[in-house]
């Protein structure tokens, strides 16, 4: 266990901060849209409504979520050393979405990069971020996880319109030399033939857009939901199960299970195995669907609002997504409850 070594430097969570766009799609909406019932859509989904972006992109989103996450913390843009950005919907495949939400908030000394891991893209960013702080060589790096995901979903496709929404949330990483807050622990995978489950084929240098492939609709996400769901759930709960033997936890020890928010019957059937009871299992599908790499750091940001989180707090983050890639990490809570 990491946390034996009282001379490491921890990368610990200093700040969060989210942003939601005001649009909301209801499931009512989808009965207007396409073959499908707020029922349907309730009971195997776990979602009620999601939010929609209507003018502006992922840099958008994201640079709210920093701005709001700065102010928690009390501190300006300039002070940021590094930005990064996970997230599948980047403003456009080049710049770095970071350099364009590093312009949008004025962190002049920032430099950034984007991390793509699809719905694991904030537990691989947070552990890239981790590795800055650990080395010495930062004091402020900013995560952000934001998707626009309105902007490759096909509404006229059931299957997979009426899973996803958009938001963006962000973390500050600190130093801290207390073994008891700050990321302990984490354990990371991908299994690259999962590709032909879950993807978007056009957009990139493989199929470069066409009329074809705008006719053929490859710059939409497709997703075989059944082949997903089944290895999800093994995924998630298999990483989370690990990292909490690893590090000798039993289910008392664990404060809140923090799931990427695919299905509410992926995020039930993890707390399960995790010996969990389901009051300890952030859950906020029913609100904001599924928002890709924002689903953890969003959760993190609004139970800490709610008064939830308190320093010393211990918490599995844990995701799967497109890759496949999964993941879990243990975080030990460093914010104190903004309600005293
Ligand atoms: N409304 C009504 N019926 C729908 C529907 C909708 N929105 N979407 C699909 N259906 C239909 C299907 O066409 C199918 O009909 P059929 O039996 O006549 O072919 C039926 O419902 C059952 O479909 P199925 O795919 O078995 O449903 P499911 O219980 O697996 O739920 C998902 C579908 C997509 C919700 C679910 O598979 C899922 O959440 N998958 C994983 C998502 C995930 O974890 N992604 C990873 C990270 S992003």
């Not at 857009?209 to 997903?228: F, I, L, N, R, S």
């Not at 990483?239 to 990427?260: A, C, G, Q, W």
């Not at 029913?286 to 939830?308: F, M």
């Amino acid at each position: 266990m990491k946390n034996e070594n009282k001379t490491r430097q921890y990368a610990a969570i200093t700040a969060v901060g989210h942003y939601v766009p005001d649009k909301i799609l209801s499931n009512a909406d989808f009965e207007k849209m396409v073959d499908t019932s707020d029922e349907w859509i309730r009971e195997r989904t776990g979602i009620r409504e999601r939010r929609i972006l209507e003018n502006g992109a992922t840099s958008d989103m994201a640079a709210k979520a920093v701005e709001n996450m700065l102010k928690n913390r009390g501190i300006g843009p300039d002070e940021i050393e590094i930005i990064i950005v996970a997230t599948v919907t980047p403003d456009m495949l080049f710049p770095p979405t970071a350099c364009i939400v590093q312009e949008k908030i004025g962190a002049k000394k920032a430099w950034g990069f984007d991390v793509s891991a699809a719905c694991s893209g904030f537990v691989f960013a947070l552990v890239t971020g981790m590795q800055f702080i650990e080395s010495g060589a930062y004091k402020k790096v900013v995560v952000v996880g934001s998707d626009k995901m309105s902007s490759i979903t096909d509404y006229t496709d059931r299957n997979t319109c009426i899973l996803f929404g958009d938001a963006a949330a962000a973390v500050l990483l600190e130093p801290s030399t207390d073994p008891n807050l700050g990321i302990l622990d984490h354990r990371l995978y991908c299994d690259g033939s999962g590709e032909k489950y879950l993807h978007m084929k056009g957009g990139g240098s493989l199929n470069p857009p066409t009329h074809e492939t705008v006719d053929k609709k490859w710059h939409y996400m497709y997703q075989d939901g059944k082949a997903v769901f089944k290895v999800a759930v093994i995924g998630m709960a298999d990483v989370s199960v690990e990292i909490m033997k690893r590090n000798n936890l039993t289910s008392d020890d664990v404060d809140y299970l923090v799931p990427h928010q695919a299905n509410l019957r992926i995020v039930e059937a993890c707390g399960k195995r995790m010996g969990i009871d389901p009051s300890k299992v952030m859950i906020n599908i029913d609100r904001y669907g599924n928002t890709t790499a924002a689903t953890i750091p969003l959760c993190l940001s609004e139970w800490w609002l709610a008064g939830k989180l308190k320093p010393g707090s211990t918490l599995i983050l844990s995701s799967f997504g497109a890759g496949y890639t999964w993941g879990a990490i243990l975080v030990k809570w460093s914010i104190e409850s903004p309600k005293g």
